[in-house]
């Protein structure tokens, strides 16, 4: 049976992790947010969710993203429109000046019975005021950097400690290979030393056989008291 780590995320588990973040989107709310919400559901640190959302699911759903985002932005305007005040549309008429003026182009106007003439600079345009939506799409995407800048630096610290543990197991494992090549050494030349033992013994009971054939066998008589007495040579 294949075993299943206390900590690995299940397909439900993606699941929540992608509907809550869309809908943080949609609504406006930072992944940030979202993170911690279903970190508090599935009790994980929201480390752990940012961490599994940009690796693993986010690339999943790059199309609801976008359309999450387009929803964002649809409801971020509706609500600007809904909060801008009314403005009463003035029913007077322009004046002589506002008819006649063009930019660069001289023009006359009554002041205190003399005409005075009066040249205007050129209509230059002005930059495009960054609005409430700009702002909290940088914020956004500043608080997006920050915590992937933060994740990663989590995950490199993890990596460094586990390089350091596997890099003293290894050392130990070396230290430990030394010791057991000493002592194959040693056993290897007690063994040689009994070979060398068992060989002389073999030799030496070899001679002793050799000799004793070679020695004559004792010769014997009986004297006239029937006793056997062994004859000198």
């Not at 199309?63 to 909060?83: G, M, N, T």
């Not at 920050?146 to 586990?162: F, P």
């Not at 070396?174 to 063994?191: A, C």
Request: hydrophobic share 35%; aromatic share 6%.
């Amino acid at each position: 049976m294949m075993k299943v780590r206390q900590d690995a995320w299940s397909q439900e588990d993606d699941l929540l992790l992608a509907e809550t973040v869309l809908r943080h989107i949609r609504e406006g709310s930072t992944q940030l947010n979202a993170f911690d919400e279903v970190g508090d559901a599935l009790n994980r640190t929201s480390a752990a969710c940012g961490f599994r959302w940009n690796a693993v699911v986010r690339n999943k759903y790059d199309d609801a993203i976008k359309l999450a985002k387009k929803h964002r932005k649809e409801r971020k305007r509706r609500l600007a429109h809904d909060a801008k005040p009314v403005t009463t549309p003035s029913v007077s008429e322009p004046s002589a000046i506002e008819k006649t003026y063009r930019p660069e182009e001289p023009y006359q106007v009554a002041e205190e019975a003399e005409l005075v003439e009066v040249t205007l600079p050129p209509v230059t345009h002005r930059k495009r005021e960054m609005t409430l939506t700009d702002v909290i799409e940088f914020l956004e995407r500043m608080a997006q950097n920050n915590y992937m800048s933060a994740t990663a630096k989590v995950e490199n610290d993890r990596l460094v400690r586990e390089n350091d543990f596997l890099n003293r197991k290894v050392a130990e494992l070396e230290d430990r290979l030394k010791e057991l090549e000493e002592e194959h050494k040693v056993v290897e030349e007690d063994y040689q030393s009994i070979i060398q033992i068992m060989n002389r013994a073999r030799r030496m009971a070899l001679l002793e056989e050799e000799v004793s054939e070679d020695r004559a066998a004792p010769a014997f008589k009986m004297d006239k008291n029937g006793n056997l007495e062994k004859i000198a040579k």
